[in-house]
Nanobody, 122 residues
Framework: HVQLVESGGGWVQVGGSLRLSCAVS????????IGWYRQGAGYQRDLIAR????????QYGESAKGRFAISRDSAKRTVYLQMNNLRLEDTAVYYC???????????????WGQGTQVTVSS
């Protein structure tokens, strides 16, 4: 079982920056990817950035390219999302997600955090 706990959300003005953190805990799970998604009011949940935990490859969603950066600190078991030059349309609930293989069942599984609200104001 895996637990993901996000933090770092809040209010920020247009053009400002925030860094989100996702603390990862759990065992009996072979991680494949970990990343960030967001869901604005009335919108579907979209990919922001995700990282392959084996080779470090990163995929960014279109809205994040050039402004956001995903990183991880393996020793702290924490994944970060640095968000710069924030826009009004970045207002959303941001979710941390991890997918991989449960052990010993070998079942593919995806876990989500509870989300953290980011509000960008003018």
């Amino acid at each position: 079982h895996v637990q993901l706990v996000e933090s770092g959300g809040g209010w920020v003005q247009v053009g400002g920056s925030l860094r989100l953190s996702c603390a990862v805990s759990g065992s009996s799970f072979s991680f494949q990817r970990i990343g960030w998604y967001r869901q604005g009011a009335g919108y579907q949940r979209d990919l922001i950035a995700r990282m392959d935990t084996n080779d470090g490859r990163i995929q960014y969603g279109e809205s994040a390219k050039g402004r956001f950066a995903i990183s991880r600190d393996s020793a702290k078991r924490t994944v970060y999302l640095q968000m710069n030059n924030l826009r009004l349309e970045d207002t959303a609930v941001y979710y941390c997600s991890a997918d991989g293989i449960e052990q010993p069942s070998l079942r593919q599984q995806t876990y989500w955090g509870q989300g953290t609200q980011v509000t960008v104001s003018s």
